[in-house]
């Protein structure tokens, strides 16, 4: 599986609060700004608020394990200020250098923009669903083999 960095600024821009475009960095490679930490490897990506509070608008959260042994949950809105770069799909890439690479780009053609957008969440949500649905299946195999055996 090829990858491409892009700056970490340029992804978490391109990521916004959308759970499903975080999730594009699920088992992908992250560099830190802070060398002594290591290169790192995210492991989860979730969703939390408060339940108690409902004006809470949530959070996206990462857990982040980096090559010292150091596991960190770094919320999304501070992932640009403690990262350098992150590894992705080139296409995916190459998506987000176009449009969030740059301050121009940002507001260049929204149609085009919009439309490729869309396409990409699309994809994103596809390429999860059917992750998610193999780990079900996987389960299911597994629960079925434990019932056998007894």
Do not use: K
């Amino acid at each position: 599986m090829s990858t491409s960095s892009v700056p970490a600024a340029c992804f978490a821009a391109f990521a916004d609060l959308d759970l499903v475009r975080w999730r594009a960095l699920r088992g992908r490679t992250v560099t830190p700004v802070s060398p002594a930490w290591g290169e790192g490897r995210v492991r989860e990506v979730r969703w939390e608020g408060r339940s108690d509070l409902p004006d809470d608008r949530g959070a996206v959260y990462l857990r982040v394990e980096y090559a010292d042994g150091l596991c960190v949950r770094v919320n999304a809105r501070a992932f640009a200020r403690l990262h350098a770069t992150a590894a992705i799909d080139p296409e995916l890439a190459a998506l987000i250098v176009r449009w969030f690479g740059t301050p121009a780009a940002g507001g260049a053609d929204d149609g085009v923009r919009d439309a490729a957008l869309a396409a990409c969440d699309a994809q994103l949500r596809a390429e999860q669903d059917e992750a998610r649905e193999r780990h079900v299946a996987e389960l299911r195999r597994r629960a079925s083999d434990r019932a056998e055996r007894g």
